[in-house]
């Protein structure tokens, strides 16, 4: 890494191992975004219908090619990453033609957990034989990881989940690769950490801008502030700064995943507002922020371009992104195809700019 420690951090091209485009109008105006810093994305299958299968996962990447910058231009050779939607009737044929077909993984939302999952997993146990086909052909397990439970605070979901769910998971299946995503809290942070990968399988964890700079007060500053919420939902104080310490860490388990999830502003702030924070205009210069702030900007290429490679099992990129110390003003919103989307943070001020 070359980096000047005063004005400008050059690092590998870095990857967003978890992101949301949506589909249809808006994927030029959202992939534009994400393509400026990034070679490559997971695309997360939660629309409407989920992407369940390989030839729908195939179907959607051709559409997200088709949506890239025109050739030539900044972010034309982008490569999204596809990962199916598991749900209670996922096979192990399923599985078998998602690895033949270079799908990357297979995504486990809870039913009823986030936007999108009422298609989710109501049992673990009706996907036994897909997360065994996994387990043997090193297919990862994405991992939305909340209960859903009604009667379980949503501030403690990640935490019980780990307890219910994830630790039985990886015990019933100890050769399974699993990513726990957008983690939130001190437990998940500490669980991945100081998990004991020589008696169960390999496990990471990707953490979101938000929740590396925000914790839960930020929604209800000066009044309810639906751009900041999302799901899981920020959390205490303490929690973030827990997951400050692992990002910045060099621990090669925890890696980047913006979560960028893009609404429409009219379904964001509303009675009933979607959860979501939109990241993928800004998403490199909140993370300088973050290890800028920590003492660690010498931390970050590892955390934003190499480890999350590595996990899956893919080159590193030969790409440079560079980044300046200069401000610049986040816009208050941008278009999305027939609407906008407002992004986190809208109207205010970046420490850190995008220079090449």
């Not at 939302?109 to 036994?128: H, I």
């Not at 007060?217 to 799901?231: D, E, T």
């Amino acid at each position: 890494m070359i980096m000047d420690v005063v004005n400008t951090i050059e690092i590998c091209q870095p990857d967003d191992w978890h992101l949301h485009v949506r589909d249809g109008d808006v994927l030029p105006d959202l992939i534009a975004h994400t393509a400026q810093q990034f070679a490559r994305a997971i695309i997360m299958p939660n629309l409407k219908p989920p992407v369940t299968t390989a030839e729908l996962a195939l179907a959607y990447k051709q559409r997200i090619l088709n949506a890239r910058p025109s050739e030539n231009s900044v972010g034309s050779s982008f490569e999204p990453l596809m990962v199916l939607y598991l749900t209670d009737m996922t096979t192990a044929e399923h599985v078998k033609n998602a690895k033949q077909a270079g799908v990357v993984g297979f995504k486990l939302y809870p039913a009823g957990a986030t936007t999108n999952s009422d298609a989710g997993v109501t049992d673990l146990a009706k996907c036994s034989a897909a997360l065994a086909e996994m387990e043997r052909c090193g297919m990862p397990l994405l991992v939305h990881g909340e209960v859903t439970h009604a009667d379980i605070d949503i501030f403690d979901r990640e935490a019980v989940f780990i307890d219910q769910v994830l630790e039985p998971l990886r015990k019933t299946h100890p050769g399974l690769k699993v990513i726990f995503e957008h983690i939130t809290t001190k437990q998940a942070a500490h669980y991945v950490r100081d998990a004991d990968t020589s008696r169960l399988g390999a496990i990471g964890a990707t953490i979101t801008p938000q929740h590396l700079l925000y914790n839960r007060n930020a929604i209800f500053s000066g009044g309810v502030r639906p751009h900041y919420y999302c799901l899981p939902i920020l959390k205490r104080e303490e929690h973030r700064v827990a997951l400050v310490e692992v990002a910045i860490s060099g621990n090669p388990r925890f890696f980047l995943g913006t979560d960028s999830a893009p609404h429409a502003k009219g379904t964001k702030e509303n009675a009933c507002g979607c959860a979501g924070c939109y990241t993928a205009w800004h998403a490199m210069p909140l993370y300088a922020e973050v290890f800028d702030a920590a003492g660690a900007l010498d931390r970050l290429e590892g955390f934003a371009s190499y480890f999350g490679a590595d996990f899956y099992g893919l080159p590193r990129n030969t790409g440079k992104l560079k980044l300046k110390r200069q401000q610049q003003s986040i816009p208050e919103s941008f278009p999305m195809g027939g609407s906008t989307v407002v992004p986190l943070r809208a109207g205010e001020m970046l420490a850190w700019t995008i220079v090449g």
